[in-house]
Each structure stands twice: as structure tokens, then as C-alpha cells.
């Protein structure tokens, strides 16, 4: 009689398995690597430094508790350590928020352009994603609400969204907050938020400050340069933050990271480089891709997304190829629902300029 092997819980073999961005071109060549909203100025020299002295230890567990870096954290925005849960990214605190908040018969929302690993830990967990359609590329609080149900119990808004960079005022947040149910757990995703220059636009700390159903989620993994750490974290209402504690893995940051994120939420200056960087940059590149005919949208943050024409002759898939030939490495954003759209990060002056120019050879016609 044949042995039936393990079977994975419901929901587990519908997951499409997330991709990451490219980092390598073929042929040898020294590529730019314009794929994973990565900061070009990299990461704080304290870091670095942090970093290294934490190396003189590792026969040491780690504190469990994140203590400095939470201390940190709390410092620059001004809030309660305690309710502060750091994760391994802030893509593990995202899976331990549907861990604890989701099972079979549940549901949770997210709209149609939004971070990959909603839909993963949705499914994860054996509950149903549910779609809400955008309107222009932005976030729509109607279509939202519209799709709530009794099963409803999460809901995950990036803000500003990736791929898209497009981004909700504060106001349209807190009408969603208004109209969710006291059950549902509303999730902030604001990955890029440091990089957002308007006045109408909050990342959420307020509004989980005064709520008891609201998480903002960031990450040092941008703006910050220390994507290799995996390090992220959560502001939560005490009750979720235990809960968030008793699930997650009880070493889930190492040491060196734990040190190096500390150092760099102290230093201002730095971050202040990476700000002026991205504000220069972002918009001569996304006026020089207009240039070329093509449609870009208006980004927040240190990416733009850029469309080529249906039935133009001009394809993502040929420019995405081209551009490899040249060196450049961008991100196909197919499996976001754009696959005939690009997203390209804000490099340094020279990655910036060699993408430009040969993106122009391929609109062009070069060969």
C-alpha cells in the first residue's frame, strides 16, 4: 500500500514563494544594483562600528529582549519601550501579527498592489487574504470597508506602498481606523516612512498611542542600510505587544544586530545624508524616465515605478533584459499585478545616471 507523506496545513500550497530582487548580471561585470530599495550611502559608520565590537562575544547569547535597541528607538520617536517588539525584519513581525491574530475562517484585507508578504502570512496561517482594489495606484479606504465581513480580522495598509511609492494622508488613515470594527487589527506598514516629505502624512504613532487595535510596523532595512541584519520593529497597544512576545523566537535578533541598530537610530547626521541624497535624486530620476515617453508614478519614497505602453513594441521583460546587458539591475514587478512595469531604486549619482542612459539606449532601439 503506498505511504501518503505529511500533508502542509490548508492554505500553505497556494503560497507562490516570494522572490527577492537580483543581484548579479552575467558576464563578470561589476553590476548597479538598483533592485531592493537599498540606500546607496549604506549604513551608519557607528553601525559598522557597533557592529564589529559586538563580534568580540558571539560565544554570548543575546539579549532576549532587545533592551538597547528598544531604548534606542524609544529615545527618537519619544515612546514607551515596553510596548516596542523588535523582529528578525519587519517581515517576521508581519508573520507574527497574522500568527497571533489569524487562524482557519478568518479573514484579513490588503490592497491590490500590496507588500508580497501579506498574502504569504495571511496563508500561512490558514486564513483567507481578501483584496481590495486601489484607486490610481493609492490606497482606497472605501474599497476597504466595503470588503469587511464578520471573518474580517486584520487588516495590512503599506504606507507608502511598495511598488507603487504612493501614499494615504494621515486623515484617510484615521477614517479607516474610524471604520473598522474595535476586533480588527489595523497594521500600518510604514517601511519607507523616513523618506516621506509631506505634510499630511504620518507613519501611525499616534494613532497606536491612542487606539487599542492599531500596529505600525518599520524596518532598518532602508533608509537605515543595514538590510544584511535583519532588523525590525513594532509599535503596538500593550495587550498585542505581549502577545507579539510570547510567540516570537526568544533570541529572534542577534547581538550585532541588536547593537548596530541602536547605534544607527542615534545617528542623526547620517540619517540626514540619506534624506537629502534621496530627495535630490528621486525626483531627476523620475523626470528623466518621463523624458524617455514613459509613464511614471509619482513616488514617496526611494523607488519609482515606471510603465511601458501596452502594445508599443516596448516591453518591461525586453527592458529588464537590456538593461542586465548593460549592467543594470532592476525589479520586475509582475507578481505585484504590473507585468509590464519596472521599479527602479534611487542609487548613487553614478548608478542613477548609468541606469538613465541605458534605459534611454533601449527606447532608443539600440541593440
Given at each position: 500500500?503506498?505511504?501518503?507523506?505529511?500533508?502542509?496545513?490548508?492554505?500553505?500550497?497556494?503560497?507562490?514563494?516570494?522572490?527577492?530582487?537580483?543581484?548579479?548580471?552575467?558576464?563578470?561585470?561589476?553590476?548597479?544594483?538598483?533592485?531592493?530599495?537599498?540606500?546607496?550611502?549604506?549604513?551608519?559608520?557607528?553601525?559598522?562600528?557597533?557592529?564589529?565590537?559586538?563580534?568580540?562575544?558571539?560565544?554570548?547569547?543575546?539579549?532576549?529582549?532587545?533592551?538597547?535597541?528598544?531604548?534606542?528607538?524609544?529615545?527618537?520617536?519619544?515612546?514607551?519601550?515596553?510596548?516596542?517588539?523588535?523582529?528578525?525584519?519587519?517581515?517576521?513581525?508581519?508573520?507574527?501579527?497574522?500568527?497571533?491574530?489569524?487562524?482557519?475562517?478568518?479573514?484579513?484585507?490588503?490592497?491590490?498592489?500590496?507588500?508580497?508578504?501579506?498574502?504569504?502570512?495571511?496563508?500561512?496561517?490558514?486564513?483567507?487574504?481578501?483584496?481590495?482594489?486601489?484607486?490610481?495606484?493609492?490606497?482606497?479606504?472605501?474599497?476597504?470597508?466595503?470588503?469587511?465581513?464578520?471573518?474580517?480580522?486584520?487588516?495590512?495598509?503599506?504606507?507608502?506602498?511598495?511598488?507603487?511609492?504612493?501614499?494615504?494622508?494621515?486623515?484617510?488613515?484615521?477614517?479607516?481606523?474610524?471604520?473598522?470594527?474595535?476586533?480588527?487589527?489595523?497594521?500600518?506598514?510604514?517601511?519607507?516612512?523616513?523618506?516621506?516629505?509631506?505634510?499630511?502624512?504620518?507613519?501611525?504613532?499616534?494613532?497606536?498611542?491612542?487606539?487599542?487595535?492599531?500596529?505600525?510596523?518599520?524596518?532598518?532595512?532602508?533608509?537605515?542600510?543595514?538590510?544584511?541584519?535583519?532588523?525590525?520593529?513594532?509599535?503596538?497597544?500593550?495587550?498585542?505587544?505581549?502577545?507579539?512576545?510570547?510567540?516570537?523566537?526568544?533570541?529572534?535578533?542577534?547581538?550585532?544586530?541588536?547593537?548596530?541598530?541602536?547605534?544607527?537610530?542615534?545617528?542623526?547626521?547620517?540619517?540626514?545624508?540619506?534624506?537629502?541624497?534621496?530627495?535630490?535624486?528621486?525626483?531627476?530620476?523620475?523626470?528623466?524616465?518621463?523624458?524617455?515617453?514613459?509613464?511614471?508614478?509619482?513616488?514617496?519614497?526611494?523607488?519609482?515605478?515606471?510603465?511601458?505602453?501596452?502594445?508599443?513594441?516596448?516591453?518591461?521583460?525586453?527592458?529588464?533584459?537590456?538593461?542586465?546587458?548593460?549592467?543594470?539591475?532592476?525589479?520586475?514587478?509582475?507578481?505585484?499585478?504590473?507585468?509590464?512595469?519596472?521599479?527602479?531604486?534611487?542609487?548613487?549619482?553614478?548608478?542613477?545616471k548609468r541606469a538613465l542612459a541605458a534605459l534611454a539606449a533601449y527606447m532608443a532601439g539600440a541593440a
Open positions: 500500500m503506498p505511504t501518503r507523506g505529511p500533508i502542509p496545513r490548508p492554505g500553505i500550497l497556494e503560497i507562490d514563494a516570494y522572490v527577492p530582487g537580483e543581484s548579479k548580471v552575467p558576464g563578470g561585470i561589476v553590476p548597479s544594483k538598483l533592485s531592493s530599495n537599498e540606500t546607496p550611502l549604506g549604513p551608519s559608520p557607528l553601525a559598522i562600528e557597533a557592529y564589529r565590537t559586538a563580534g568580540a562575544e558571539l560565544e554570548r547569547y543575546p539579549d532576549g529582549q532587545a533592551t538597547i535597541l528598544r531604548q534606542a528607538i524609544a529615545h527618537r520617536y519619544g515612546l514607551d519601550a515596553g510596548r516596542i517588539v523588535c523582529g528578525s525584519g519587519s517581515d517576521e513581525l508581519l508573520s507574527l501579527i497574522a500568527h497571533g491574530y489569524l487562524g482557519p475562517g478568518d479573514e484579513a484585507i490588503y490592497t491590490a498592489h500590496g507588500f508580497l508578504v501579506y498574502r504569504i502570512a495571511i496563508l500561512s496561517n490558514g486564513a483567507t487574504p481578501v483584496v481590495a482594489p486601489e484607486r490610481n495606484l493609492h490606497t482606497d479606504v472605501d474599497a476597504i470597508l466595503d470588503r469587511v465581513t464578520d471573518k474580517t480580522r486584520v487588516v495590512f495598509v503599506a504606507n507608502p506602498n511598495n511598488p507603487t511609492g504612493t501614499y494615504i494622508p494621515i486623515d484617510e488613515i484615521r477614517r479607516l481606523r474610524a471604520g473598522l470594527r474595535g476586533d480588527i487589527l489595523l497594521v500600518l506598514d510604514a517601511a519607507y516612512a523616513e523618506y516621506v516629505s509631506r505634510n499630511d502624512y504620518e507613519a501611525g504613532l499616534e494613532l497606536v498611542a491612542t487606539t487599542d487595535n492599531t500596529v505600525m510596523t518599520r524596518t532598518f532595512s532602508k533608509i537605515f542600510g543595514l538590510a544584511a541584519l535583519r532588523i525590525g520593529w513594532a509599535y503596538c497597544p500593550a495587550a498585542v505587544a505581549d502577545v507579539l512576545n510570547r510567540i516570537r523566537g526568544p533570541f529572534n535578533l542577534s547581538s550585532a544586530a541588536i547593537a548596530a541598530g541602536a547605534a544607527a537610530i542615534a545617528d542623526d547626521a547620517h540619517l540626514e545624508r540619506a534624506k537629502a541624497h534621496n530627495d535630490q535624486w528621486l525626483p531627476w530620476v523620475m523626470d528623466e524616465i518621463a523624458r524617455l515617453g514613459l509613464k511614471v508614478t509619482p513616488s514617496v519614497g526611494n523607488f519609482v515605478l515606471f510603465h511601458f505602453p501596452d502594445g508599443g513594441g516596448k516591453t518591461a521583460a525586453d527592458a529588464d533584459a537590456f538593461l542586465k546587458s548593460r549592467g543594470v539591475i532592476v525589479r520586475k514587478v509582475g507578481a505585484y499585478g504590473f507585468p509590464n512595469a519596472l521599479r527602479m531604486t534611487i542609487g548613487s549619482e553614478s548608478d542613477n
